[in-house]
């Protein structure tokens, strides 16, 4: 080996020896605040911790709260002693097994800090907002539901429009048989009081459609005035458990509201009366006074019983396809915490949830840049042998040491007062010296060179 490349060795092992020295310096100085760091990030997690168990636990009491206190300051110090041990451990891992054998641990050790603290720390920043759209959401179901009860309803009331038509129809042929233009007897005989009570029936049906107007417009105003209110308390100040309880007492009010204005719906009434009308027929005795004019009334009847069924048939579909009309999913409000809330609608809250697991693993962060640095450490120092390392100030102390043990005669001692000594087992006094002499002698070779 020539004595250039001796220089260009001796030139890159110590440029490497000072990149190494450099970087264990910036550590050096970044131990001296990282666990007071550590301590300040596990307190903080710790206290969001607390806010998230304490609107878990019923109660108010002192019982209450400690446990809330306990559970809060477990966790803290959990995390702390976790990532601590992470920080020492894992840079100092040299082997590809030990390290992956230390990443999968750190990767157990996550899971088991989100599921205990993160997802209360995500409860107690968005919590209350998780809740309240919770309520919101459940405003437009009801809101849904109460638009279709609403619409079916008023479709059913369209059937009075149907129901007027066949009453009319009647009305006329009754009037036509009085004149003597159907059966060719006028007078109010057999064929008229048939289609008189057609008619009255029917007359009957009218008002009553007619008479669920009002009742329909009324409860969907009251429902309408309801879902202003269960908006107001969405919106409103003031703890959103207080509110959640109103609001549950709110939504009582509406589900009844809702189910009443289902009955309302004539729809079912008007089938039922179309099934009646064609078979509810009481057919009177004819009234005569020959055969002819009997004749005449029976095949008036006859007309008039298939003019009913078509009648019949006709308002029984218009009803069918009001029943037929989709309803809206029944809603009913559940009351949920802010925990369940935060956990149910996470997608939408994923900045509450990215700082609450951020706050209790950004210690990660700080154990691959340990890695990171401690590996380039090693890679300046590894193809340097120990006292080639050593700095001016380590050199001292270890000359000092030796000069300490050279003047203490510890060999010559242990020889002379102990002979029998080196036909036992090494004592840890005598390990040392050996450690200590041969460090010294090697570095005694070195400053010759």
Same mark, same amino acid.
């Given at each position: 080996?020539?004595?250039?490349?001796?220089?260009?060795?001796?030139?890159?092992?110590?440029?490497?020896?000072?990149?190494?020295?450099?970087?264990?310096?910036?550590?050096?100085?970044?131990?001296?605040?990282?666990?007071?760091?550590?301590?300040?990030?596990?307190?903080?997690?710790?206290?969001?911790?607390?806010?998230?168990?304490?609107?878990?636990?019923?109660?108010?009491?002192?019982?209450?709260?400690?446990?809330?206190?306990?559970?809060?300051?477990?966790?803290?110090?959990?995390?702390?002693?976790?990532?601590?041990?992470?920080?020492?451990?894992?840079?100092?891992?040299?082997?590809?097994?030990?390290?992956?054998?230390?990443?999968? &641990?750190?990767?157990? !050790?996550? /899971?088991?800090? $989100?599921?205990? =603290?993160?997802?209360?720390?995500? *409860? %107690? +920043?968005?919590?209350?907002?998780?809740?309240?759209?919770?309520?919101?959401?459940?405003?437009?179901?009801?809101?849904?539901?109460?638009?279709?009860?609403?619409?079916?309803?008023?479709?059913?009331?369209?059937?009075?429009?149907?129901?007027?038509?066949?009453?009319?129809?009647?009305?006329?042929?009754?009037?036509?048989?009085?004149?003597?233009?159907?059966?060719? &007897?006028?007078?109010? !005989?057999? /064929?008229?009081? $048939?289609?008189? =009570?057609?008619?009255?029936?029917? *007359? %009957? +049906?009218?008002?009553?459609?007619?008479?669920?107007?009002?009742?329909?417009?009324?409860?969907?105003?009251?429902?309408?005035?309801?879902?202003?209110?269960?908006?107001?308390?969405?919106?409103?100040?003031?703890?959103?458990?207080?509110?959640?309880?109103?609001?549950?007492?709110?939504?009582?009010?509406?589900?009844?509201?809702?189910?009443?204005?289902?009955?309302?719906?004539?729809?079912?009434?008007?089938?039922?009366?179309?099934?009646?009308?064609?078979?509810?027929?009481?057919?009177?005795?004819?009234?005569?006074?020959?055969?002819?004019?009997?004749?005449?009334?029976?095949?008036?009847?006859?007309?008039?019983?298939?003019?009913?069924?078509?009648?019949?048939?006709?308002?029984?579909?218009?009803?069918?396809?009001?029943?037929?009309?989709?309803?809206?999913?029944?809603?009913?409000?559940?009351?949920?915490?802010?925990?369940?809330?935060?956990?149910?609608?996470?997608?939408?809250?994923?900045?509450?949830?990215?700082?609450?697991?951020?706050?209790?693993?950004?210690?990660?962060?700080?154990?691959?840049?340990?890695?990171?640095?401690?590996?380039?450490?090693?890679?300046?120092?590894?193809?340097?042998?120990?006292?080639?390392?050593?700095?001016?100030?380590?050199?001292?102390?270890?000359?000092?040491?030796?000069?300490?043990?050279?003047?203490?005669?510890?060999?010559?001692?242990?020889?002379?007062?102990?002979?029998?000594?080196?036909?036992?087992?090494?004592?840890?006094?005598?390990?040392?010296?050996?450690?200590?002499?041969?460090?010294?002698?090697?570095?005694?070779?070195?400053?010759?060179?």
């Amino acid at each position: 080996m020539s004595v250039d490349h001796k220089h260009r060795t001796s030139r890159s092992e110590a440029n490497g020896l000072l990149r190494a020295r450099e970087i264990e310096g910036h550590l050096t100085a970044l131990d001296s605040f990282a666990p007071m760091a550590l301590g300040v990030l596990a307190v903080a997690s710790g206290i969001y911790t607390y806010l998230g168990v304490r609107a878990q636990l019923d109660g108010s009491g002192a019982l209450t709260f400690f446990a809330a206190v306990a559970y809060s300051l477990a966790v803290s110090v959990a995390i702390f002693v976790f990532w601590s041990y992470m920080l020492r451990l894992t840079p100092a891992m040299r082997t590809a097994r030990s390290r992956l054998g230390m990443l999968l &641990t750190m990767a157990l !050790g996550s /899971v088991a800090i $989100v599921a205990m =603290s993160s997802w209360l720390n995500a *409860a %107690a +920043l968005a919590g209350s907002a998780a809740v309240e759209q919770h309520l919101a959401l459940t405003v437009q179901d009801y809101q849904t539901e109460l638009e279709q009860a609403n619409r079916v309803a008023v479709a059913a009331q369209g059937l009075q429009l149907d129901v007027t038509r066949a009453r009319q129809s009647f009305e006329d042929l009754s009037s036509q048989e009085a004149a003597g233009n159907l059966s060719g &007897t006028s007078g109010r !005989g057999a /064929v008229f009081r $048939v289609l008189t =009570s057609k008619g009255d029936e029917l *007359a %009957a +049906l009218e008002a009553q459609i007619q008479a669920q107007g009002p009742l329909i417009d009324a409860a969907f105003s009251e429902g309408n005035a309801i879902l202003s209110r269960m908006r107001e308390l969405t919106a409103d100040a003031g703890p959103v458990s207080e509110r959640s309880v109103i609001f549950a007492e709110e939504s009582v009010r509406l589900a009844g509201l809702i189910a009443r204005l289902r009955q309302l719906s004539v729809a079912p009434v008007v089938d039922r009366a179309a099934q009646d009308l064609a078979a509810s027929v009481v057919l009177p005795e004819l009234d005569g006074s020959s055969d002819t004019i009997r004749g005449a009334q029976q095949t008036t009847i006859e007309s008039v019983l298939q003019l009913l069924g078509q009648r019949a048939e006709s308002l029984r579909d218009a009803a069918q396809a009001v029943i037929a009309l989709p309803a809206a999913e029944e809603t009913t409000y559940q009351p949920i915490s802010s925990a369940d809330a935060v956990l149910r609608y996470a997608s939408d809250f994923i900045p509450s949830w990215a700082g609450a697991i951020a706050i209790d693993l950004l210690p990660a962060v700080l154990v691959f840049m340990m890695m990171v640095a401690q590996s380039a450490i090693r890679e300046d120092r590894d193809f340097l042998n120990p006292e080639e390392t050593m700095t001016l100030r380590e050199l001292r102390v270890a000359m000092i040491a030796y000069r300490s043990i050279e003047a203490a005669g510890l060999h010559h001692d242990m020889t002379a007062q102990e002979p029998d000594l080196a036909l036992e087992p090494d004592t840890p006094a005598k390990v040392e010296a050996d450690v200590a002499s041969d460090k010294i002698a090697s570095i005694e070779r070195s400053l010759r060179k």
